[in-house]
């Protein structure tokens, strides 16, 4: 059975040298993944799920396991750098994986993804309109939240917040 703390050390060390981890996990392993994601989104220490969303975002294997427990997290956390985490780890367990099935992503993932947009924190905006963003045909239905929320002219002296206009411009141009 797989150590979620000790391959976290090792994917911070691959990181830290300049690696991409790239791990495969198995199907225990995200059986696993998912028993320690549930328990920690029930107690909501968020903290606490940073190693486990680490592995999850250095990994070549998806998985739709841990589809419910991402969307919890995304639902209910209001921790910045937690959030942001799971932002990367939806592109990836969700986005990717439904693409890769050939199928639309869900509407309560769309819903829950829209509640993101023009969140006080600018990271975690900034990742939700990535993660837009890379929705291709499907991002028109955050049209009228991503408009609304457009930081102003101030925007330009915050790295994340300027990155969100650079996302909004590139996606208002998208969707002429």
């Known amino acids: 059975m797989i150590d979620i703390d000790e391959q976290f050390r090792a994917v911070i ?3 830290q040298a300049g690696k991409r981890p790239n791990c495969t996990y198995t199907k225990e392993d995200f059986s696993l993944f998912k028993a320690r994601f549930e328990e920690l989104n029930r107690e909501e220490n968020w903290e606490a799920l940073i190693p486990l969303l680490c592995l999850l975002d250095n990994t070549i294997t998806l998985d739709h396991i841990i589809y419910p427990e991402i969307m919890n997290c995304l639902a209910l956390c209001h921790d910045p750098e937690v959030l942001t985490l799971c932002l ?3 592109r990836k367990q969700i986005i990717d994986e439904f693409h ?12 829950t993804l829209e509640k993101l947009v023009g969140h006080q924190n600018p990271e975690v905006f900034e990742w939700a309109l990535r993660l837009i963003e890379s929705l291709g045909s499907q ?3 955050f049209k009228k939240a991503v408009l609304e929320a ?12 300027k990155a969100c206009v650079e ?10």
Do not use: C, M, T
């Not at 890769?100 to 819903?111: A, H, M, N, Q, S």
């Not at 457009?150 to 917040?161: I, L, S, T, V």
């Open 13 to 15: 060390a691959d990181l």
């Open 88 to 90: 990367g780890v939806a």
């Open 100 to 111: 890769k099935r050939g199928e639309r992503l869900p509407f309560e993932f769309l819903e």
């Open 139 to 141: 991002s028109i239905y």
């Open 150 to 161: 457009k930081p102003g002219f101030f925007a330009r002296f915050n790295q994340h917040k």
């Open 167 to 176: 996302i909004i411009e590139l996606l208002e141009h998208r969707w002429q």
